[in-house]
Nanobody, 122 residues
């Protein structure tokens, strides 16, 4: 059984930075990604990364501000978030998949973390 545990969320002012971490227990997984869900909205894709780190996708709304990375020796994925805006406020979820595919699709992912709250104050 694979478990994903996120950490690093919190409260930050507009323009600030946060770094989210997600540690996976169990087998090494292939694509890993971050999704987020704001109050009253559907969950949306933020960023995804292949096992080797050679393929990375970002949502347009976070390009040039967020950076996804992973350390396979620690079975972990990270999300560095800079220049944060109030509209980035959401619960951020880590996700992991057995096989490659459309990184932006929730259907690809087999495992999900419990989520970590990110709040950006104006």
């Amino acid at each position: 059984q694979v478990q994903l545990v996120e950490s690093g969320g919190g409260l930050v002012q507009t323009g600030g930075s946060l770094r989210l971490s997600c540690a996976a227990s169990g087998r090494t997984l292939y694509p890993m990604a971050w999704f987020r869900q704001a109050p009253g909205k559907e969950r949306e894709f933020v960023a995804g990364i292949s096992r080797a780190g050679s393929r990375i996708n970002y949502a347009d709304s976070v390009k040039d501000r967020f950076t996804i990375s992973r350390d396979n020796s620690k079975n972990s994925v990270y999300l560095q978030m800079n220049s944060l805006k109030p509209e980035d406020t959401a619960i951020y979820y880590c996700a992991a998949a057995y096989a490659s595919g459309d990184y932006t699709s929730e259907a690809l992912y087999n495992y999900w973390g419990q989520g970590t709250q990110v709040t950006v104050s104006s």
